[in-house]
């Protein structure tokens, strides 16, 4: 990955380090993947509150997920997709600094109790993951395969509309060579609904029960 390309595309993508008032510890931490933590933060610019990842310098899958994000998510614009609001890789730190969703996780709610999703609210919740996965197959320029949906990278903002996060394993995917430019990753699920034969129709069945069926 070549950082000064992913400035290019957008070159208002990158923040400083001052910019980025953030703790790291317990209380700020918003959870924690298999690269790095995510903690609240906040962007004196823009005066709100954001989440931001911090990749783990000892992982070399996480500075692969974190090119890939830089790579690809700052040029995507969908109401449904988790806002990559910059990165910054300075001071030996990889951060990336995204807008903060106020009801945190899907998982959270679904297997941890946080609160009750009401039927309608999962069906909502359910029609906007399908609707920013046609928008990555079928809608942006190319295909997008994010090859690692599951209820923990699907985000919930105040009105617990979802939006899709964490594009560390996403490809690009020309659109005439279909699922044979990508190997298989993350969950069955992920499989489902991004590259099998049946994908489009595991898309509008999967994105349903991934939300409702619990």
């Not at 990842?53 to 974190?66: D, L, N, P, T, W």
């Not at 109790?113 to 990555?136: D, E, N, V």
Request: charged share 25%; net charge positive; proline share 1%.
């Amino acid at each position: 990955m070549n950082f000064k390309e992913a400035q290019d595309q957008r070159s208002s993508c990158t923040v400083s380090w001052l910019d980025v008032q953030i703790t790291f510890r317990g209380k700020k931490m918003l959870g924690q993947g298999g690269f790095g933590g995510v903690y609240k933060g906040y962007l004196r610019e823009s005066n709100s509150n954001t989440a931001v990842k911090k990749v783990s310098r000892e992982s070399k899958q996480g500075i692969k997920e974190y090119a890939s994000e830089v790579r690809i998510i700052c040029r995507l614009r969908h109401k449904h997709l988790v806002q990559l609001v910059g990165w910054c890789h300075q001071k030996r730190e990889l951060l990336l600094v995204y807008e903060f969703m106020l009801n945190g996780r899907l998982d959270y709610h679904l297997f941890k109790g946080r609160s009750h999703l009401t039927w309608p609210i999962r069906f909502k919740i359910a029609q906007g993951l399908a609707s920013a996965l046609l928008y990555l197959h079928d809608e942006w320029e190319q295909c997008v395969v994010h090859r690692d949906i599951k209820s923990s990278n699907i985000m919930l903002d105040s009105n617990f509309n979802a939006k899709l996060g964490d594009f560390g394993l996403a490809r690009l995917v020309d659109n005439d060579k279909g699922s044979q430019t990508t190997v298989l990753a993350g969950t069955m699920v992920t499989w489902l609904l991004n590259v099998s034969p049946l994908a489009k129709l595991a898309r509008k069945q999967t994105s349903i029960a991934l939300v409702l069926s619990h």
